[in-house]
């Protein structure tokens, strides 16, 4: 589809990256966000969202892009800040971020953040969603060519490009992964990792994001079967990278070359990860700029949970807070 302009154009922008560490493929926002010089914060939006389809290349490989905003941009006007969402594991990015669940309110974050007044971008990963394959397992380090697995992929980026990134977001992040129930069962299938660039990502696999913390309460029973819908069209099995990442080479991000201000948002059941792991990942950001939010009732997969709207909360009044005076 041709765009009104191009990916290079619209992501030279100055960013923000904001990370959901989809570790299993369910969880929110890994975002860019580019903060307009003109206009500073976002301002709430009115009127029908507008959407786009784009296309990047990596090498050979096409990468599928996908753009929400109020109202088509327009030449001339001011540019909106822009907010990229970075998928993780298991999902792709358009039910990880635009999902439509009937009747059971909002599920889409673009949707939300366009509405707060966003130019809200997001990606289909190498092997993933609309986007081709190169057929190589799509690990971390491949995807740090500009956009957590979601969180670890944002927090890889910042650190990487500093001078990217304005304001960094965390969601669901995996730091050492040291107690952490779920990094330890990956840890129990390195070789088949190692061996296979490809996993098993079927029905059963995607309802398991759901339990497998012990807190199914947290979600509705029909997120699930929507994103099962929308995924299976691209079959049962996406790219190994990512596991084999998170249970053989952690930690993949020094937070002492994080630069940006970093706010890091967790589920209190998240099985991804501990609240000591993250703390520790915290303590060492080097810019005073920072926040830790832990969300309740809430387990890994914030973005698609009850408690959502408490993300969304955190996450526009970090991307919208004013400069400080001092930061160390």
């Known amino acids: 589809m ?14 923000i990256l904001k990370g959901a560490s989809l570790g299993v493929g369910a969880g929110l926002a890994s975002a860019l966000t580019a903060q307009a010089q003109s206009t500073g914060a976002a301002e709430p939006s009115e009127g029908p969202i507008w959407s786009a389809e784009y296309w990047a290349k990596k090498g050979e490989v096409a990468l599928n892009l996908w753009r929400k905003r109020v109202g088509a941009p327009r030449a001339g006007e001011a540019p909106l800040p822009i907010l990229f969402l970075v998928h993780g594991s298991s999902n792709s990015t358009r039910s990880s971020y635009d999902l439509s669940v009937p009747g059971k309110g909002e599920y889409s974050l673009m949707n939300v ?23 190589n397992n799509s690990d971390i380090a ?6 957590s697995s979601g969180a670890i992929r944002a927090g890889a980026f910042a ?15 995996t730091y050492k992964g040291t107690g952490s129930p779920e ?9 088949f990792y190692r061996n296979h660039n490809r996993r098993k990502r079927d029905a059963a696999m995607i309802r398991s994001i759901f339990t497998r913390d012990g807190h199914s309460a947290g979600y509705d029973a029909a997120v699930p079967e929507a994103i099962i819908a929308a995924e299976l069209k691209f079959g049962d099995e996406v790219p190994s990278g990512t596991y084999l ?20 948002v967790r589920g209190v059941h998240d099985g991804n990860s501990t609240t000591e792991d993250l703390l ?3 303590q060492q950001l080097p810019n005073g700029d920072r926040q830790f939010v832990i969300l309740p009732h809430t387990a890994h997969s914030a973005g698609w949970s009850k408690n959502r709207h408490l993300l969304w909360y955190a996450t526009r009044n970090f991307l919208a807070a004013p400069a400080p005076i001092a930061s160390g």
């Open 159 to 173: 650190q990487a490009e500093p001078e990217r990134v304005d304001r960094l977001v965390l969601v669901a992040f």
């Open 113 to 135: 953040f366009a509405r707060y007044g966003y130019d809200v971008w997001t990606m289909d990963h190498d092997g993933y969603g609309y986007s081709g394959s190169s057929e």
């Open 142 to 147: 491949s995807s740090v060519y500009g956009t």
């Open 245 to 264: 990442d998170m249970a053989a080479n952690l930690p993949l991000v020094d937070p002492k070359k994080v630069l940006a201000p970093v706010l890091m």
């Open 280 to 282: 520790d990942f915290f």
């Open 2 to 15: 041709t765009s009104p302009m191009s990916p290079e154009q619209a992501l030279a922008r100055r960013t």
């Open 183 to 191: 990094i330890g069962r990956r840890e129990q299938q390195i070789e």
